[in-house]
């Protein structure tokens, strides 16, 4: 029962790594969006079978030049763009299964899907009126996301079996099961970072430490994802992120969590250009990319004694962002979720 109080605990991103790769607000390009489940992973039990369901919710509402915020009424007022996003909603639905072979391997695998919305308003020039700009919707995308795979190797530093001191070693790649393809209307592709997937085969690497002192647990990870370029030839920029969490039991029922994230993201490449329109600011490729802190409030719960079901709420916020060139970022996050262990 000790062992089993800190079960997997439900997350993507993010870091989504991250995050994900779907928008070009900074919380959405993280990368698999899997390091937040990885976390609680690093307290393995012999034979114990995790499955977690995952919700989010990304609200992106807000403009971005450099560490200013803009309005939509600058950018049109600069006249660089003729198409601009205002809003955009990310949701993610993920499954999540983890299995502990032993005391020091773990197997991870993490699969999404993603249903992304976008408004934008698009300007269209008459002789002699100026610039007139008409509300436009995308049709959602929503489709499978990009499957993880990870392996976890667990080094006890106190020696033995003892669950107090971990470092966790991971291993994995971010595949490309998620459509890059999809297009629309105008029979070209879409903004790259509104696809469902990347196309890309992306290696992950992670290290965890885990410093159990009941009833507080702390943990930091460094992870890094080295993305590839896709065959029609955009690739994402790597990301980097770190974070510390930390949770406290209130009592054996419920729990308090913290978190802050650092995320760099690299600015994406378009080499043959087919995700590209410069007169869009979301397929501008200069307008990926950047640095930005987060912090993550929350809390745990289990609502039935004899059952080990966790159930996990928590909300993102940015407190602090710097982005390459004007980017449509996000004002929060929620995730909610549900774990049990067999």
């Known amino acids: 029962m000790i062992k089993r109080k800190w079960a997997v605990m439900v997350a993507f991103l993010v870091l989504v790594f991250p995050v994900c790769s779907y928008a070009a607000g900074l919380c959405c390009q993280v990368s698999s969006g899997s390091q937040e489940s990885l976390l609680e992973s690093t307290l393995p039990e012999s034979g114990r079978f995790s499955l977690q369901f995952l919700y989010s919710f990304s609200m992106m509402d807000d403009l971005k030049e450099g560490s200013s915020t803009v309005s939509l009424q600058d950018v049109k007022d600069e006249g660089t763009y003729t198409k601009l996003p205002v809003d955009m909603h990310m949701i993610k639905y993920v499954v999540n299964a983890t299995y502990d072979f032993n005391d020091n391997i773990t197997a991870f695998v993490s699969v999404p899907y993603v249903r992304n919305t976008m408004d934008m308003e698009m300007g269209m020039s008459m002789m002699g009126m100026g610039t007139t700009w008409m509300d436009h919707t995308m049709t959602p995308i929503q489709a499978l996301g990009d499957v993880t795979v990870m392996g976890l190797y667990h080094y006890y530093l106190k020696g033995g079996n003892v669950k107090t001191d971990i470092l966790t070693f991971g291993l994995g790649v971010k595949t490309p099961t998620g459509s890059a393809t999809e297009k629309g209307s105008s029979g070209?592709?879409?903004?790259?970072?509104?696809?469902?997937?990347t196309g890309s085969w992306d290696p992950l690497f992670s290290v965890i430490y885990t410093k159990d002192m009941a009833p507080f647990l702390v943990q930091t990870d460094l992870t890094y994802q080295l993305t590839t370029r896709n065959r029609d030839g955009y690739e994402f920029g790597d990301s980097f992120t770190a974070n510390i969490n930390g949770r406290y039991a209130v009592t054996s029922s419920f729990n308090l969590t913290a978190g802050a994230t650092y995320l760099h993201v690299n600015r994406a490449d378009d080499r043959d250009g087919n995700y590209t329109d410069l007169t869009s600011l979301m397929d501008d490729p200069d307008n990926t990319g950047g640095d930005s802190i987060w912090i993550?409030?929350?809390?745990?719960?289990?609502?039935?004694?004899?059952?080990?079901?966790?159930?996990?709420?928590?909300?993102?916020?940015?407190?602090w962002e710097r982005v390459n060139g004007i980017q449509l970022v996000s004002t929060y996050r929620i995730l909610a979720g549900i774990t049990f262990n067999f």
Do not use: E, T, Y
């Open 296 to 319: 993550s409030p929350g809390i745990k719960v289990r609502p039935f004694k004899n059952n080990p079901a966790a159930i996990d709420l928590k909300a993102q916020f940015p407190v």
């Open 188 to 197: 070209k592709f879409i903004h790259a970072h509104m696809q469902p997937g």
